[in-house]
């Protein structure tokens, strides 16, 4: 049986799960992905105590906080918490005027001066007036990071809030093999104008139910859509845009896999995104030659088509075969590298 791509998001989830359990946790604390409601009946009140992201994080991470009933304790910045303040004392260097104090005492009571101490000499505010040491190279800052490929934060979709309000006719059909979605109504009464442009702000989520029903909603709408996909086709660029410019690897793939089944779903659906290929088309650019490299070892995950960089590929051809006369030039305006998959 073929899986649908919700199901198969799913899937990946889990396993995912099993390789890095707190992943999506520590996306959530970094405000990577939206926070969902802090339980079932709601957020908490505001006066009261929320655990803080250092040790949300530790506990998520695994991370044992040093405590003294664990036999280790955190160090401080002068030592070690539990030594007493004489044995500190003790391993501290003596000064000229101590020395010149104790010369007379027994030789046992005087302590040498550690390593750490003779490091410092001279690199104080006083004495060692000159030196025949070469200068102290100073650290040289690297050049600021330009994050084109950082992930951006995603904001909570439309999607998200309309289900949660039960404005969506839609619900999760439980199943033994794998979860289908159920419409409440035939998919053919529904206003396209009103409910696709929805479905496909739902495009940046990465938490299910809302994923699930967003990308499953839009495979069966744009299956069974047929006439009435292309009047929408000026109403979907901002979602799509959107869930490009997350440039979450994840989020790239299901928004390509949703663009090619788009261009694929009616006629002159293809030619009418030909304008709008300066909004969609910047990032597919930038992440075009994000292609994984095996050498000769084989990918065994190739068959969920997780590739970025080949999924680019694949787009840009089905833009080019069904985007008319106009699509080939427009393409190779905003992706200078494209190569023609029609001409020679």
């Known amino acids: 049986m073929k899986i649908s791509p919700a199901a198969q998001l799913v899937q990946e989830d889990e396993f995912n799960r099993i390789i890095n359990p707190g992943r999506k946790k520590i996306d959530k604390i970094m405000g990577k992905i939206p ?3 802090e339980s079932p009946f709601g957020d908490f009140p505001r006066d009261y ?11 998520i991470s695994g991370a044992s906080s040093l405590t003294p009933r664990g036999g280790q304790q955190p160090l401080s910045a002068r030592g070690p918490a539990s030594q007493p303040l004489s044995a500190q004392g003790a391993s501290l260097p003596m000064s000229a005027r101590g020395r010149a104090a104790g010369s007379g005492a027994a030789g046992a009571s005087e302590v040498p001066p550690s390593p750490r101490s003779r490091e410092m000499l001279g690199r104080g505010s006083g004495g060692c007036s000159y030196s025949l040491k070469a200068p102290k190279e100073f650290m040289k800052l690297k050049p600021p990071e330009a994050g084109a490929f950082k992930r951006r934060p995603i904001e909570p979709s439309e999607f998200r809030r309309f289900y949660d309000r039960g404005d969506l006719p839609v619900q ?9 979605i159920s419409w409440k109504v035939d998919i053919d009464k529904l ?4 409910y696709l442009p929805i479905f ?12 699930f029903l967003a990308v499953e909603g839009m ?3 744009l299956e069974k859509g047929g006439s009435k996909i292309l009047p929408v086709v000026p109403q979907l660029i901002i979602p799509i845009k959107k869930a490009l410019n997350t440039r979450d690897p994840e989020v790239l793939v299901t928004a390509l896999k949703v663009l090619q089944a788009l261009v694929l779903s009616a006629e002159m659906v ?6 709008y290929y300066r909004q969609i088309l910047p990032v597919v650019n930038t992440f075009k030659s994000c292609m994984k490299t095996t050498g000769d070892a084989i990918d065994y995950g190739q068959r969920k088509r997780q590739n970025v960089g080949e999924l680019i590929d694949e787009t840009l051809e089905i833009f080019e075969t069904h985007g008319g006369e106009d699509a080939f030039i427009n393409i190779k ?11 020679g």
């Open 200 to 211: 496909f702000d739902g495009l940046r989520e990465k938490e299910d139910p809302y994923r």
């Open 172 to 180: 999760i059909h439980h199943m033994a093999t794998a979860n289908r």
């Open 191 to 194: 206003d396209y104008h009103h």
């Open 219 to 221: 495979h069966n709408m």
């Open 333 to 343: 305006y905003m992706i200078p590298t494209y190569e023609s998959c029609m001409i």
């Open 49 to 59: 105590t929320r655990p803080s992201r250092g040790s949300t994080l530790m506990r």
């Open 270 to 275: 293809g030619e009418a995104l030909v304008p």
């Open 35 to 37: 926070k969902g409601l």
